[in-house]
């Protein structure tokens, strides 16, 4: 009989901090809200420290540092230093270089730091209470993190800048309203355990709990109700196919305020270079999906052969439209370089630019078409196999 694996040894500092702060706001928050009460003031800075914070992880941790899906100024990185510091997650140096492996090993049970294949406890916060060889610290992804002056001052200056950020200014804000024990219990206590396990969803339940209507090859899913409460983080399934796209929900109507945050930014010439998935890739993810569902489905059915011919047309079609794609894509290209190595006739190389590029934007468009009409089809195939199913 084998014996079972060892546990690592517990995480003092992280025991302290992921399961005796939320007892300790557990039973001081109550106890000081029935002893003396809190007002509106404390409940709106509560409310907006929990989304400096926040939004300073989806926005700045993540987007920016551990994705580079855009550039940020100066004044933009020192203001996501500070208050990412105060969601106490970690310098960038160390969340970015964790989150970075996570995206590469996606679902490894032994690279993976916060693998969701090892459970939802595990992947939500089990991860950090022990000493997991997962959990140790590998800058080799992070290089050009390490060359970047913000990051290092913030990761040199961590713990000062997190007290100062959890401690200090819940302080000063309890000093000048005259409660300085509800505004800590408050804006510093509660809004922290909050904002930690907000974070925490995206790593658990969004793995668990949700569609994937872009990929099936990892746990990430797509989940309305989490994006609500992860300022726009809880489109997971599809971030994890197109990690560098500087939006999270692509749709208009999805809640994603970290994409609305950092359009904003770029309105303002605080952000620039911001990374946009084109759409017919997006498609492209959607129809790959939906193909091999249907594959599976049809292994299932009765009778299977005379819609198997009808879906292997289909992705006949759905394969020269990928190859047009790609022809296109590489003639936009060239066009390019031309335009580069040749700057004579100037007005006339513009006027014939602008008429190339409108003709280009129809072809996309029309492709782009073409895939939409093509999930239909392919729905509609789907229906006639319901009923068919065993």
Known sequence: MTQPTP???????????????????????????????????????????LYLNGMSITGGYHRLW?????????????????????????????????????????????RDPYSASRGLWFSHMGWMLRKYNSNDPDFSNARDLQRDPVVMWQHRHYVALTVFMNVGLPLLLGV??????????????????VNHHVTFFINSLAHFWGSRPYTESNSARDNGFLAFLTYGEGYHNYHH????????????YQWDPTKWMINLCSRLGLARN?????????????????????????????NPAPLLASLEREYQLFTESVNQWKALQAERYERKVAELEGAIEERKLALL???????????????????????????MLMQQVQPQAA
């Open 274 to 302: 911001l990374t946009r998935i084109p759409n017919f890739k997006i498609q492209r993810a959607i129809l790959d999906t939906q193909f091999e569902r249907a594959r599976r489905k049809l292994e299932r059915a009765e």
């Open 176 to 193: 000048w309203h005259g409660d300085i024990i509800g505004t800590l219990l408050l804006v510093g206590l509660l809004r922290l355990v």
């Open 66 to 110: 551990a994705h580079k899906a855009y550039e940020a100024h100066p004044a933009l990185k020192w203001f996501f230093a500070f208050w990412g510091a105060g969601a106490l997650q970690n310098s960038i140096l160390i969340w970015a270089s964790d989150h970075r492996r996570h995206h590469r090993h996606v679902d490894d049970d032994h």
């Open 241 to 252: 196919i197109f990690q560098t796209d500087y939006r999270n929900g692509i749709r208009w």
């Open 353 to 379: 630019h602008k008429w190339e590029h409108a003709a280009l934007r129809t072809k996309f468009k029309e492709l782009e078409y073409s895939l939409k009409m093509q999930r239909k089809r392919l729905s």
């Open 7 to 49: 546990k690592p040894p517990l995480n003092p500092v992280n025991v302290t901090i992921f399961v005796g702060l939320p007892l300790a706001a557990l039973v001081l928050v109550p106890l000081w809200g029935l002893y003396r009460g809190y007002d509106g003031f404390q409940w709106l800075w509560a409310l907006a420290f």
